[in-house]
Every structure is written in C-alpha cells, then in structure tokens.
C-alpha cells in the first residue's frame, strides 16, 4: 500500500517516514519543495526504495496538488497532511501563514477527491491552535476536549502571528472536514491535533543553529546566557514527536481512529518548566544558562485551562512521553552536534 506525505521535510514528517519505513508495510511518496531538500532526505534514509518523492512548490497555490496527484494519485492508499507553515519569521499574516495553510489544505483534499479514488483515509496534522485560541487556553474555568474549536475571527486574528496561525490551523482543519462532506469523499477523515512537539529530530543533519519552532523554545535555553529572563508567558501542552508519529501510523492502521479528532498531549509546562529540567540534569551547563525562578512554572501551569483528552487517549491506548525524556532526548542531541562542531 502506498501513503502519499505532503511536507515530507518538517520536523513532525520526518518522524513519520521514519515510523512508516520501519513498519516494512508502505510505499511512501513524500512531496518536498526542492530537489535539494529530496535528496538530502533520500540520503538520511540510506536510498530506502519504498520511498519517493514528488515536487509541490508552494501550497499557497490554489491547485498546489493537482499535477502531482494526476499523475499519481491513482496508486495513492494513504493521505498525510502535513505541510503548512509554522514560523513566525513572516511578513504578512495573511498571505504567509493563512493563505497557504487554507490552500493547500484544500487542494489536497479537492485533489484526492479528483484523483485519488482508492484512497481509504486521510490523516491531517491540524493542532491544539484549532481547539483553543491562544486566550481560550488562559482561562482557568474553561475545559477543552476533542469537541472544543477555536472560534477567534479571521478580523481579529489576523492582526497579530501567534493568533493568525492558529487561525490558519483552525481554518485548514475546518475545509477537510466540510469537502469532505460536501464531496461526498468516500475516504475516512482523522484530525491530528498536536499541543507543541518537542524531541530530537529524526536526523542530527536537521540540528541547526535555529531549530523548529516548538523545539526552538529547549534550543533557546540550551543556548542562551545565565541572566537571561525565563518568560512565563510562553506555557502551555507539550507532546513528544515520536508520539506525534506512532498516532499517524495508527490513524492509518487502526480503524477506530476514523471520523474523530485526536488531542496529542502528554502535560503541562512553561518556558520554565524546560529552564529546570535542564538546569537540573546537565551540571555542566548549570551557572551558564537562563535559571529564572525555579519551581515558578507550577503557578504558570495552574492559571492554565483543563485541557482533558481522556477520549484520544482511551482510542490510542499507548502511554505519551513524559517531560523530561523528551526534553533530554532534545538537549542531548543538541549537545552532540555542538561539540561535533
Ligand atoms: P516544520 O516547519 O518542520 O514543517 C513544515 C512543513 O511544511 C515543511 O515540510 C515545509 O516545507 C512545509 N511547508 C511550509 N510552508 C509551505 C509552503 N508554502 N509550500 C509548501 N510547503 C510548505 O514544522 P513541523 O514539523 O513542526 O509542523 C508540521 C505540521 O505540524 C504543521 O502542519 C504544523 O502546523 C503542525 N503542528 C506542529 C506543532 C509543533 O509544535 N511542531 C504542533 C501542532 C501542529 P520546507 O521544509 O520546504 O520548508
């Protein structure tokens, strides 16, 4: 059987490939921007034969999808949507995180529909940010579950990033499951809604001086100097990626998981929660890196709303990674590619 990945070189999709080549039981097409960015891929995975790749430029584009999948859309089983933009590094809200988010969330869809008739389930990576706004997710008294939907308008949304991309994700998650019912899709549709992944990257090759967005917060600490403030503000759920991608494999391999939206999320933190972990399990870094105020995220985390993803958990069945695996996992990789330097 085949899956068909868009945005096969982000940080979450890379896992996937991962996951999906161990299993021996997929071909995969992944679709990348440049030749570039495949064959870097194609090396990481050794020239692994069940994977391949196919070109989608900019999923800004209205019919970003179409002329991939003509011509392959027919061998397609699978659909894993995970392209979009997540970066704050942008200059119009709209047009840079919105436009594409939207577009090419449609296009796949529209394009599976067109061209993809034995597709039997289509995964999308959608997000926490379509559950909650970013201000619904402050306000201790609310309770937010698989049913809850971020309802901030595009008029006020727009006007600043963090807010726009959560619009995006929202808006996106939206368009598969209305196409999906007003074209009569025959393909079952299951929504993966990440809270901010952290863990390694799939390949040393990806630790970059900047890394990702969610694992730019434990690069940031790593990197940054002993009074540097550790900001409180930045809290909120976090879920480990290889957790993110064994729930992608199951939403293809699991019937259970259909027609339903999964909440990823192992627990609370904030900026300071990270500051502590890693203060406290690398002595040799500790006097050198942000220290904040210890034991200060607790009061942070406790103004936080309930998030309560009892149903995905009970449907995946496998228990998350914790806090300080997946933070460790991160900062160790790190360390390693900076003293390899
Ligand atoms: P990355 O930035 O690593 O990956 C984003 C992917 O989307 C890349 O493959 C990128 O291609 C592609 N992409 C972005 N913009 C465009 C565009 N205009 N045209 C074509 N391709 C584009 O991020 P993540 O792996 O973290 O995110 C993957 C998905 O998971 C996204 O949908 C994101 O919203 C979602 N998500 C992430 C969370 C997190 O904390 N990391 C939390 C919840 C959801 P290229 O490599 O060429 O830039």
Redesign the pocket.
């Known amino acids: 059987e085949t899956v068909f990945l868009s945005?096969?070189?982000?940080?979450?999709?890379q896992h996937i490939l991962g996951q999906l080549l161990e299993t021996k039981k997929y071909k995969i097409v992944g679709s990348?921007?440049?030749q570039e960015?495949a064959d870097a891929l194609k090396t990481n995975f050794q020239n692994n034969e069940d994977l391949s790749f196919v070109f989608?430029?900019?999923?800004?584009k209205e019919d970003?999808f179409d002329a991939a999948f003509q011509k392959h859309g027919a061998e397609f089983d699978y659909i894993l949507h995970?392209?979009?933009?997540?970066?704050f590094e942008i200059k119009d809200n709209k047009k840079d995180l919105i436009i594409?988010a939207i577009n090419?969330t449609k296009s796949i869809v529209q394009a599976t529909v067109k061209y993809a008739p034995n597709v039997k389930k289509f995964v999308v990576?959608?997000?926490?940010?379509a559950v909650a706004s970013p201000s619904a997710d402050y306000i201790k008294s609310n309770t937010l579950n698989e049913e809850t939907w971020n309802d901030q308008p595009l008029e006020e949304a727009v006007k600043d990033p963090i807010a726009s991309y959560y619009y995006s994700?929202t808006a996106a998650e939206r368009a598969v499951w209305d196409l999906h019912k007003s074209l009569n899709a025959k393909f079952k549709v299951t929504s993966i809604?990440?809270?901010?992944?952290f863990g390694p990257q799939q390949f040393d090759s990806s630790v970059t001086k900047k890394l990702?967005?969610?694992c730019e917060f434990i690069n940031g600490i790593v990197h940054s100097q002993l009074d540097d403030p550790v900001s409180n503000d930045i809290k909120g759920a976090f879920v480990d990626v290889r957790d993110v991608a064994k729930a992608q494999v199951a939403a293809i391999a699991d019937d259970k998981l259909a027609g339903h939206r999964l909440i990823l999320s192992a627990g609370r933190f904030s900026l300071q929660s990270l500051a502590d972990i890693i203060n406290k399990k690398y002595p040799q870094l500790k006097g050198k890196i942000a220290r904040g105020v210890p034991g200060s995220d607790k009061e942070a985390i406790d103004s936080l709303a309930t998030l309560d993803n009892h149903v995905t958990k009970e449907l995946l069945g496998f228990e998350f990674i914790g806090l300080t695996e997946s933070v460790m996992d991160t900062v160790n990789q790190i360390l390693k590619v900076d003293a390899s330097q």
């Open positions: 945005g096969a070189t982000g940080y979450i999709a990348v921007r440049s960015k989608v430029d900019d999923i800004a970003a995970t392209a979009s933009p997540f970066t594409p090419g990576t959608s997000s926490y940010a994700k809604n990440p809270v901010f992944v990702n967005t969610s």
